[in-house]
């Protein structure tokens, strides 16, 4: 799998909109870009994927750059809910091996 | 999420033999167990995929996966050690890797503590 890189914590308020980079400049091209969370106690939640579209669904925003080079994750007016490690991971279908990183730890203040 | 029930859900050993159990009620074929150590990310151990074994990462030889099932996944620990102690997920997918969806679906974990 190629590697992504990602900063290792962010911080925002509740009701902000928040954009989680994610850098993967050796993505190849049957490669999805695929985010999941994971809240403390819990296992990992996916929250979305892309291949070269923007992608939008109830979690999230999924803003893919036109080389594929980098996405960003929108998440809009979050709340203390919203507070995790936000993973972005990199596969391909048929790629039996699904490679969590450190991800980042979004903290949400009040 | 009750679509995958691990047990037991908090577990503490000392250097003794304990299973996991795992179920899923997703119809998937492939399953999978994650170890996820204090402050790190989760880590592949073990996958499944119509109930055979197609995936073993670099793991000691006192764990053994077994499935008896296509809905079930137990992992059966002998001898812990306390570098055992961590988090383990099941996990399932309709195929390996996630399928057409990419997707997996994790259960909420067992803790193992290791005296």
Redesign the interface.
């Known amino acids: 799998d190629a590697k992504t890189t990602q900063p290792d914590s962010m911080e925002s308020t509740e009701g902000e909109t928040v954009h989680l980079p994610c850098s993967h400049a050796t993505i190849s091209g049957n490669e ?1 870009i ?1 985010w ?1 969370r ?1 809240v403390p ?6 929250v979305t ?1 892309g291949l070269q579209q923007n992608t939008t669904n109830s979690m999230a925003f999924l803003a893919i750059a036109s080389d594929r080079k980098s996405s960003t994750l929108i998440l809009t007016h979050v709340s203390l809910r919203d507070a995790a490690v936000y ?1 972005c991971i990199l ?13 980042t730890k979004l903290t949400i203040k009040p | 999420n009750t679509k995958i029930t691990q047990s037991p859900r908090y577990l503490i050993l000392g250097r003794a033999n304990k299973s996991l159990e795992c179920e899923q009620h997703l119809g998937h074929n492939a399953m999978y167990w994650y170890k996820q150590s204090a402050e790190k990310p989760p880590e592949l151990m073990f996958l499944y995929n119509l109930k055979q074994l197609i995936r073993n990462e670099t793991v000691p030889s006192r764990f053994i996966p077994e499935c008896p099932d296509s809905s079930k996944l137990l992992l059966h620990i002998s001898a812990v050690d306390p570098e055992d102690s961590a988090v383990y997920f099941c996990a399932s997918s309709p195929s390996p890797g996630g399928g057409n969806t990419g997707q997996l679906y994790f259960g909420e974990g067992s803790k193992l503590t290791v005296l």
Not at chain 1, 91 to 103: C, R, V
């Open positions: 999805y695929y999941y994971q106690l819990q296992g990992p939640e996916y994927h993973h596969t391909n279908y048929g790629n039996e091996k699904i490679t969590f990183g450190a991800g």
